[in-house]
């Protein structure tokens, strides 16, 4: 079955410094990549995603890129705020039944 | 009110107990997921549920069971609780025709002892 890495599990960035969270994946077939965003106490809520026939998305703050040869993707949030600080997840999944493959999770502190 | 509501919030049980954990939500969406979560292991889905009539075993299924009683509910059992179910739990939906977006709801913290 599908394998996701992320990476960093921790990371530590400066308020208005950007960050960058890397995931890679193992199904070459995995068409569909969301990112979660979890704060203290809720449940993941989704906030962005890329599917495979595009390259690069972008919405505010936040893109996210894909390299379908390489099997990686990255969240990208610039000019972070300290309401950015919460756990972040990556996640692939192969075709319409939308079973995601999450990765280990983030825990991204933007320090004032 | 939220959209996917999840009861018990919190639950501490004893080792060889049956317990039952409850979603119900109000987005009109037909397919249901339960998933867990470890710390360093992100989330893993336990079953998920297309339809009343359509019941699925995700990656972690052994030690689980589920009912979908209506669209708008799911429920996952644990028939005989063991320590090493001490996790997060939490409940998913999604439309199928929609964006493929999953929302989830709240969680739910069990111990088992």
């Known amino acids: 079955g599908e394998n996701v890495e992320q990476h960093p599990s921790t990371l530590s960035v400066q308020e208005g410094d950007s960050a960058v969270i890397k995931c890679t994946y193992s199904?070459?077939?995995?068409?569909?990549f969301p990112w979660y965003k979890q704060e203290l106490g809720k449940g993941p809520q989704l906030i962005i995603d890329?599917?495979?026939?595009?390259g690069e998305k972008k919405d505010q703050r936040i893109a996210v890129t894909l390299n379908k040869t390489a099997k990686h993707f990255s969240l990208h949030i610039t000019e972070t705020q300290p309401e950015d600080s919460a756990v972040y997840f990556c996640?692939?999944?192969?075709?319409?039944?939308?079973?995601?493959?999450f990765g280990s999770g983030t825990q991204l502190t933007v320090l004032p | 009110d939220a959209d996917v509501t999840q009861t018990p919030r919190n639950r501490i049980t004893k080792t060889g107990k049956r317990i039952m954990l409850e979603c119900s939500q109000t987005?009109?969406?037909?397919?249901m997921y339960w998933y867990r979560q470890d710390p360093g292991l992100g989330l893993r889905l336990i079953y998920y549920?297309?339809?009343?009539?359509?019941?699925n075993k995700g990656e972690i299924s052994d030690g689980y069971s589920v009912s979908r009683q209506a669209q708008a509910k799911f429920s996952l059992s644990l028939e005989s609780a063991i320590p090493n179910q001490t996790a997060l739990y939490f409940c998913?939906?999604?439309?199928?025709?929609?964006?493929?977006?999953?929302?989830f709801g709240p969680g739910t913290r069990l111990t088992v002892l």
């Open positions: 998913a939906t999604s439309d199928r025709g929609g964006t493929d977006t999953q929302y």
């Open positions: 199904d070459s077939a995995s068409n569909y």
């Open positions: 890329i599917r495979s026939n595009v």
């Open positions: 996640a692939a999944s192969i075709g319409s039944a939308r079973q995601l493959t």
């Open positions: 987005k009109g969406h037909d397919r």
């Open positions: 549920s297309f339809d009343v009539k359509d019941i």
